[in-house]
């Protein structure tokens, strides 16, 4: 532990709240060098979907990097990656009637979004981009400026423009009519909102708190982008990939996103991997004019097809991760229930939820509670008020039953502690 504290960065986070040296990972757990083995509720903030080292995918992986074959490509035209486009345009797009183009903008969510962003403001001619309250679409400039957390906003060292926030689904508490200020706002040239290109909305706020938009309010605002002839870009690169069920998180409100943010679990086996979709008229790039030199990353290209082809080819992981999705809801609704006191309300959506805490001081202890008894997980929300809960998807129902159990273990000892 010496050498991490010696030699790394204090920008280090997610390793204070778990501190132990992990050498190994299977399936939904994680062990350290001591060999104890920790129940994962994190699940790499959302990248391990398929859990670790998925068998399945590891032997595609291993297999082809066996054969010498391509890794490190640009966009050179490769078999592993015709093999991905095939496979998504197979399994993903054509059976949800999308026709949209794919751009390779480079490994992680964030290069997904600067894409999004350049792009929409590429094809407009415009300059404004819209977010909402508690959004977070990651840590590049443009990324940050339609972010909503102040502290790490305050970490870009530079003004952060050209972006607006609006109000999420329900941050009013329901005592204004959806897009009522929004609305108002375009309508008038006096309201000094400059049309935007572009509106970017995520359906469920992970790292803001677990906030999740209505179907309709989701509808509401594709009806007011599409009347106001603003693109709508759905940054899916935490909630996509089936975390809420539906391989998109948006598939519930039955909208069509201009462009999507894809990213984190699209891999399958944590590999970093991302890319941009959008309608195919909006791909008005020159040939170079936006790249990366890890765009080409063809060891996740083989095992986002693994993945496709193993988890994909029907219905059945959308129907587990509703079923687990329920088990988790009730759960967690029963520990709500046992201490009201200290529990303002559980949200959630699939296998992404959040137990809210009225203190946010209370959220981080549970977290530390939930680890000394061999489970993983974080908090979010602006606060960090949200003890968050982002199992593998692949987790089965006992050892949700037993993270269940170690989440309501831990936050009785965190309220007997302050009982006492």
């Given at each position: 532990?010496?050498?991490?504290?010696?030699?790394?960065?204090?920008?280090?986070?997610?390793?204070?709240?778990?501190?132990?040296?992990?050498?190994?990972?299977?399936?939904?757990?994680?062990?350290?060098?001591?060999?104890?083995?920790?129940?994962?509720?994190?699940?790499?903030?959302?990248?391990?979907?398929?859990?670790?080292?998925?068998?399945?995918?590891?032997?595609?992986?291993i297999?082809?990097?066996?054969?010498?074959?391509?890794?490190?490509?640009?966009?050179?035209?490769?078999?592993?990656?015709?093999?991905?486009?095939?496979?998504?345009?197979?399994?993903?797009?054509?059976?949800?009637?999308?026709?949209?183009?794919?751009?390779?903008?480079?490994?992680?969510?964030?290069?997904?979004?600067?894409?999004?962003?350049?792009?929409?403001?590429?094809?407009?001619?415009?300059?404004?981009?819209?977010?909402?309250?508690?959004?977070?679409?990651?840590?590049?400039?443009?990324?940050?400026?339609?972010?909503?957390?102040?502290?790490?906003?305050?970490?870009?060292?530079?003004?952060?423009?050209?972006?607006?926030a609006?109000?999420?689904?329900?941050?009013?508490?329901?005592?204004?009519?959806?897009?009522?200020?929004?609305?108002?706002?375009?309508?008038?040239?006096?309201?000094?909102?400059d049309?935007?290109?572009?509106?970017?909305v995520?359906?469920?706020?992970?790292?803001?708190?677990?906030?999740?938009?209505?179907?309709?309010?989701?509808?509401?605002?594709?009806?007011?982008?599409?009347?106001?002839?603003?693109?709508?870009?759905?940054?899916?690169?935490?909630?996509?990939?089936?975390?809420?069920?539906p391989?998109?998180?948006?598939?519930?409100a039955?909208?069509?996103?201009?462009?999507?943010?894809?990213?984190?679990?699209?891999?399958?086996?944590?590999?970093?991997?991302?890319?941009?979709?959008?309608?195919?008229?909006?791909?008005?790039?020159?040939?170079?004019?936006?790249?990366?030199?890890?765009?080409?990353?063809?060891?996740?290209?083989?095992?986002?097809?693994?993945?496709?082809e193993?988890?994909?080819?029907?219905?059945?992981?959308?129907?587990?991760?509703?079923?687990?999705?329920?088990?988790?809801?009730?759960?967690?609704?029963?520990?709500a229930?046992?201490?009201?006191?200290?529990?303002?309300?559980?949200?959630?959506?699939?296998?992404?939820?959040?137990?809210?805490?009225?203190?946010?001081?209370?959220?981080?202890?549970?977290?530390?509670?939930?680890?000394?008894?061999?489970?993983?997980?974080?908090?979010?929300?602006?606060?960090?008020?949200?003890?968050?809960?982002?199992?593998?998807?692949?987790?089965?129902?006992?050892?949700?039953?037993?993270?269940?159990?170690?989440?309501?273990?831990?936050?009785?000892?965190?309220?007997?502690?302050?009982?006492?």
């Amino acid at each position: 532990m010496d050498t991490f504290a010696r030699m790394e960065s204090e920008v280090r986070g997610y390793c204070r709240g778990w501190p132990t040296v992990f050498t190994s990972a299977q399936g939904s757990h994680m062990t350290d060098e001591n060999g104890r083995t920790y129940l994962d509720f994190f699940a790499g903030a959302g990248t391990l979907n398929y859990g670790h080292n998925n068998p399945q995918l590891k032997r595609r992986l291993i297999d082809y990097l066996a054969s010498d074959s391509i890794v490190h490509s640009l966009d050179m035209y490769t078999s592993a990656k015709r093999d991905f486009l095939e496979r998504f345009n197979e399994y993903v797009l054509s059976p949800r009637g999308l026709d949209y183009k794919v751009q390779f903008p480079g490994p992680a969510g964030n290069n997904s979004v600067e894409a999004a962003l350049k792009l929409a403001r590429k094809y407009t001619g415009r300059e404004t981009v819209v977010s909402f309250t508690n959004a977070f679409h990651g840590m590049t400039l443009g990324a940050l400026a339609v972010t909503g957390n102040s502290m790490k906003r305050t970490g870009a060292g530079v003004p952060l423009g050209h972006g607006v926030a609006m109000p999420y689904d329900n941050y009013l508490d329901g005592r204004t009519p959806d897009f009522l200020l929004f609305d108002t706002m375009l309508d008038d040239s006096g309201s000094g909102l400059d049309k935007p290109a572009a509106v970017i909305v995520e359906t469920v706020q992970g790292e803001g708190g677990i906030n999740v938009a209505t179907a309709e309010w989701l509808r509401g605002l594709q009806e007011l982008c599409r009347r106001h002839e603003i693109l709508l870009i759905v940054d899916d690169v935490q909630m996509g990939c089936g975390r809420t069920g539906p391989f998109f998180s948006f598939e519930e409100a039955g909208i069509t996103p201009d462009i999507v943010c894809l990213s984190k679990s699209l891999s399958g086996y944590g590999l970093p991997f991302a890319v941009t979709l959008m309608r195919r008229e909006l791909d008005v790039w020159e040939p170079g004019e936006h790249n990366g030199t890890f765009r080409g990353f063809n060891p996740a290209f083989v095992t986002a097809v693994g993945a496709l082809e193993d988890y994909w080819a029907g219905q059945g992981m959308e129907k587990q991760t509703i079923a687990k999705g329920q088990q988790v809801q009730a759960a967690l609704e029963e520990i709500a229930l046992s201490h009201a006191g200290a529990v303002d309300s559980v949200r959630g959506r699939g296998l992404a939820w959040g137990l809210v805490m009225k203190d946010p001081e209370t959220a981080p202890k549970v977290c530390g509670e939930a680890f000394k008894r061999g489970l993983l997980m974080e908090t979010s929300g602006p606060e960090g008020e949200v003890v968050k809960l982002l199992p593998p998807l692949t987790v089965t129902e006992a050892e949700l039953g037993r993270g269940l159990e170690i989440i309501a273990d831990s936050v009785e000892a965190v309220r007997s502690t302050v009982t006492v």
